[in-house]
């Protein structure tokens, strides 16, 4: 540790050495963070609370904390420098034959010749311009090599930065990866990586998904007494909680592993097959060059040795064995022309060039070879939520006490306790917060369902952030693709709540435990058993009430809104721990508050990238968790839907055999109320029939149909950690228009491929014809070694600089 580092970590109670040794001591339990004092004094030591860092650190940009402790930047391979490359281009063999040869006619250039005239010996300049030759070329490859080196750090880079949500002075806020300081508390949530080692603050059904350092694919219960140790790099497979950070960067587990495991990036499918490609022309140029040369021979063996000594009876000069070297050069540089060194080349620079500018068009390409595949694509599977619409919700109409609204009633039209059940059961079941923009704007981030309930709570003038504060959190039960809902159990008998909870009058009767759930409007509607009617009481769930919400369903989701119900049920007191974790014990007989209808406008630029699509021959499909009308209704509006096209619901796609299926799929445009194994059966269904699949997605969820897909692409906005690490794509915006432009850019690496293997193969069979006709009629080619080899720099570097980096049509 240097002076400075020594200087700055003397400030805290603990050393990062001492760190990395708490960590290192996980696997015998709690043991060394109890040696510590447990969490209260590793919180002193490290100068935090529960409340994350305070004002100080965020004034002074952690600067302390980062020179005591490191900062959350990952090793990378050290780059090659400049002068390295060009002396790896010298290790090409063939160029090394000809370094020599050219060496060789150098120095025989000044061995006199008997028919020398007065003028003097200029053949040294023929050995003087291969050699420059050489050196140019070596040159302009070094340099490309550099130069796409460079870009690919670039994107290497970009890929590792991503936002984290953290609590610094009470606060929940979104800060970059790489500002994450130690001392940090970092918020926990279903499908996130852990950007950090850290120790666990609370947790609530916290699992983490391990496999990535252990390589054991079994989920392990976190809890902060016995399991707290949270390691960076994994994924929290179900539940919530909250982290204070122990190690970054380099120091934390995974960055440890990262340094032993940095490498270079493999050759993609189509770099393979075009190295095969001109191994195969280089044999061909190699046969020729072996024939050149003996029809050479041949012709020098008759003229020197036949002819002048021994039907002429002349003398044998041992100089004119220099054309020898001659006969060795011009082999050798067809060999060079033959083999086309820059169509590697030029596909490298063509993916390079294609991965700079899908960067700018929002893609992010994680894996090369994605590049290539998107070309071919000939499905995509798309989500709708995002990708087809603006995922920016807005609550817009709503079933309210008993009766259908075409707009957001205001406060004082609705009865207290549905305002109040509304605004509280938003507060508490939902993960999302207010934050202010870098334009001093406030805005909500996370689950944008959420958001737009907490605006609607907002709008009524209800402040989610008392309420969430002085609720105790009992229990939770997750949101996930079966279940299409998401519970809270609280603790309802804080006098401190109450105190949050003054504007809401209803709240304080209920001695005890207090269920709120939200969801997907007919799963939440059949776990309904009464609702609040037009004075707010609660009152039982008739067939007449169950049947005006059904058909407020079915008018709002025929209009394009996402249905949402709230409900919530007072638990009675004395439950065990076991029986408040029973999800199925306690999500039922609930009391229905409200149904929501949820607008998300469509992006305007979609229906138009759809058709650009379809144009192609590219068959899109919509794949959303929504009710089949809703999904029906935007896929109508995005082109998707056709009036030959075929919509089904998640239950029916599993229903089908794959006999079945295999003949629905021709017309198959939506699948509604899908789940990701839905998803997965689908791409799997596919690829079985032999399309080259493109998937969408964004939960944790969809991470085994993103790796089954031919390519993966995941939402950069709202797409989780575990998402976006199985994808080969990342959509920056979450936007259908920019897997429009990655479809573009892939097909413009095939076609700049294409234009430049035609030019070069027809310059190389000219050329090659032209040698070898050359000697075998007149005895010499008339392209020299010195011609060939700049017709070959100027083909195999600049033309590759020049086709390779065409645009997309």
């Not at 490309?144 to 610094?168: C, H, P, Y």
């Not at 002085?470 to 709540?497: G, L, P, W």
């Not at 029986?579 to 009391?591: A, G, I, P, R, V």
């Given at each position: ?629 809703t999904a029906k209704s935007i896929a109508r509006s995005c082109n998707i839907l056709t009036e030959t096209g075929t919509a089904i619901t998640g ?159």
């Amino acid at each position: 540790m240097d002076t400075e580092s020594h200087a700055a970590s003397s400030t805290f109670g603990v050393t990062v050495e001492q760190l990395d040794e708490l960590m290192e001591s996980r696997e015998n339990g709690t043991k060394k963070l109890e040696e510590f004092g447990g969490l209260p004094v590793l919180f002193e030591k490290l100068k935090t609370s529960e409340d994350g860092l305070g004002q100080i650190d965020i004034d002074n940009a952690c600067a302390d904390r980062f020179s005591a402790f490191g900062r959350n930047v990952h090793a990378t391979p050290k780059s090659k420098s400049f002068i390295r490359l060009w002396l790896e281009c010298l290790k090409d063999p063939i160029l090394i034959i000809l370094i020599i040869s050219a060496i060789i006619s150098f120095l025989l250039s000044f061995i006199p010749k008997e028919d020398e005239g007065s003028e003097g010996n200029w053949d040294w300049i023929e050995g003087v311009a291969i050699l420059a030759a050489i050196v140019i070329v070596c040159t302009v490859t070094a340099f490309n090599d550099w130069s796409k080196e460079r870009q690919f750090r670039k994107l290497n880079a970009a890929k590792e930065d991503r936002m984290v949500t953290v609590i610094r002075t009470g606060v929940q806020q979104t800060i970059n990866i790489h500002d994450l300081a130690v001392g940090d508390v970092v918020d926990l949530q279903q499908g996130d990586q852990l950007p950090a080692d850290g120790v666990l603050i609370r947790a609530i059904n916290l699992e983490s998904d391990e496999s990535a350092l252990t390589g054991e694919s079994v989920t392990v219960n976190k809890d902060p007494k016995s399991s707290p140790f949270m390691l960076c790099g994994c994924t929290i497979a179900t539940g919530n909680g909250a982290m204070v950070v122990t190690n970054v960067g380099i120091h934390s587990e995974w960055g440890r592993t990262l340094a032993s495991l940095v490498k270079e990036p493999e050759p993609t499918p189509l770099q393979n097959k075009l190295d095969s490609l001109a191994k195969l022309i280089g044999y061909f140029g190699a046969g020729t060059a072996l024939f050149t040369v003996l029809v050479l021979g041949i012709r020098w063996a008759y003229k020197e040795i036949v002819k002048k000594v021994i039907i002429d009876n002349g003398t044998f000069h041992a100089s004119s064995l220099t054309a020898w070297i001659d006969f060795i050069i011009l082999a050798v540089t067809i060999v060079v022309v033959a083999v086309p060194e820059g169509l590697p080349l030029a596909v490298t620079i063509s993916l390079a060039y294609s991965m700079k500018r899908m960067m700018k068009d929002n893609n992010l390409v994680r894996h090369l070879n994605a590049c290539e595949t998107m070309g071919g694509a000939t499905n995509i599977c798309s989500d709708k939520t995002g990708t087809l619409t603006q995922n920016k919700m807005t609550v817009t109409q709503g079933w309210f006490a008993g009766r259908l609204f075409d707009r957001v009633p205001a406060r004082d039209e609705l009865p207290a306790s549905i305002v109040a059940h509304i605004g509280v059961g938003s507060a508490v079941n939902s993960t999302a917060f207010l934050q202010v923009d870098e334009a001093g704007q406030p805005e909500f981030v996370g689950s944008k369902t959420e958001c737009a309930l907490l605006q609607l709570s907002r709008n009524w003038g209800l402040d989610y952030v008392p309420v969430r504060k002085a609720t105790s959190e009992i229990t939770e039960y997750d949101f996930n693709s079966d279940r299409k809902r998401m519970s809270k159990v609280v603790d309802m008998t804080q006098s401190s709540y109450e105190e949050a909870a003054r504007d809401f009058p209803d709240f304080t009767a209920h001695a005890g435990p207090r269920i709120f759930c939200k969801g997907a409007s007919e799963m939440v509607l059949s776990l309904c058993t009464s609702y609040l009617d037009e004075q707010g009481q609660v009152a039982p769930m008739t067939d007449g009430v169950r049947k005006s919400i059904d058909e407020a369903i079915i008018s709002l989701a025929s209009n394009g809104l996402r249905t949402i119900i709230l409900a919530y049920r007072d638990i009675e007191p004395g439950q065990t721990p076991e029986q408040l974790n029973d999800s199925d014990l306690n999500e039922k007989e609930l009391t229905c508050v409200g149904l929501t209808g949820i607008m998300d406008p469509l992006r305007e630029e979609v229906p138009e990238s759809v058709r650009r699509c379809q144009m192609a021959g590219i068959m899109v499909r919509m794949v959303t968790g929504d009710n089949i009308l809703t999904a029906k209704s935007i896929a109508r509006s995005c082109n998707i839907l056709t009036e030959t096209g075929t919509a089904i619901t998640g239950p029916e796609l599993r229903r089908m055999t794959d006999a079945e299926l295999d003949a629905v799929i021709p017309t198959l445009q939506v699948v509604a109320r899908s789940t990701p194994s839905d998803k997965l059966k689908l791409v799997t269904r596919l690829r079985a029939l032999g399309e080259v699949v493109a998937v969408t997605g964004d939960g944790a969820n969809d991470a085994p149909a993103l790796k089954e897909a031919d390519v993966g692409l995941a939402m950069g906005i709202s797409g989780t950690e575990v998402a976006k690490e199985a994808s080969d794509i990342i959509l920056l915006d979450d936007n259908f228009h920019s897997v429009e432009m990655a479809i573009l850019w892939g097909r413009a690496v095939y076609d700049n491929i294409r234009k430049f293997l035609q030019f070069q193969l027809t310059v190389n069979v000219v050329a090659l014809v032209i040698a070898f006709t050359g000697a075998l009629f007149l005895g010499e080619s008339p392209l020299g070694a010195v011609q060939l080899l700049w017709v070959n720099l100027i083909m195999d570097t600049l033309a590759a600089l020049a086709l390779a980096t065409e645009g997309a049509p």
